[in-house]
């Protein structure tokens, strides 16, 4: 029975392929060293991967002895992750309600996921109420005020959020922001193959294109959750809201307070 559940897993996702291919390796590389650089590993009790897949950053982190909780929508790519590793620990839930209790993670992963959550705000607090004081947040985003992100604008594809709305964000949710790098400067597709993405890669490293983070396509960033910080609201009344009123509202609404 178990054979051939195993041999029921073999299809490899979308995002197992895009990672093989030469802009997912470049991708890749350019967010591990971003984590490596920012996150010191061996200090982490308990990492949550938000949007896991198949185990990306999972299975690194995991291989780093770190103690990893993987969460996604996607059943069938947290089986496969499991198949990968099975040290890491995979729950079906949404970036929006992750089941876990307040202040329990050292640090959450959230790469390549946020164009896929239009509710800004309530995954931020999320992340947050799990997160334990001084944790940290590592995310990633395509901008959609970048010419690249106007160009897919123009062709009918759109990247969910700006730069301004996710810095802005992040620092109103509670957070400070330490490291920020630009990268996929590119005019490859997600998937592509072209033999001059390694070349490209070299060329926005050297031209310093990865510091130009409002105008940059792809942006990764660091932050880390703020002791006793609560979101900025407008009004007095709103700022007598507690921290667990406002994530219930958030959950209900999908929206900062007005």
Do not use: C
Request: proline content about 3%; cysteine-free; aromatic content about 10%.
């Amino acid at each position: 029975m178990k054979v051939a559940w195993k041999a029921d897993m073999q299809r490899e996702t979308h995002w197992e392929y895009a990672a093989k291919t030469r802009m997912g390796r470049y991708l890749t590389q350019v967010e591990v060293n971003f984590i490596l650089e920012t996150v010191n590993l061996k200090r982490l009790k308990l990492l949550l991967d938000v949007g896991a897949e198949a185990g990306r950053f999972s299975v690194f982190a995991s291989g780093k002895k770190v103690d990893v909780i993987g969460i996604d929508i996607d059943l069938y790519g947290l089986k496969r992750l499991k198949l990968k590793d099975r040290k890491v620990n995979v729950i079906q839930a949404d970036a929006q309600s992750i089941p876990l209790k307040d202040e329990t993670v050292d640090s959450v992963f959230m790469i390549e996921v946020l164009d896929y959550i239009p509710e800004l705000y309530s995954t931020l607090a999320e992340s947050r109420r799990i997160l334990r004081q001084e944790g940290s947040l590592v995310l990633s985003f395509g901008n959609n005020s970048s010419p690249k992100g106007k160009l897919k604008k123009l062709g009918g594809k759109s990247y969910a959020h700006s730069y301004q709305d996710v810095i802005g964000a992040l620092r109103k949710s509670g957070f400070r922001i330490t490291k920020k790098t630009g990268y996929n400067w590119l005019p490859f597709g997600r998937t592509s193959e072209n033999f001059l993405v390694p070349l490209m890669a070299r060329a926005e490293r050297f031209l310093g294109l990865r510091r130009v983070t409002r105008y940059s396509p792809w942006v990764i960033v660091h932050s880390v959750k703020l002791n006793q910080r609560r979101p900025t609201f407008h009004h007095k009344t709103d700022e007598q809201t507690t921290y667990n009123t406002w994530i219930a509202v958030h959950r209900k609404n999908n929206k900062i307070p007005q």
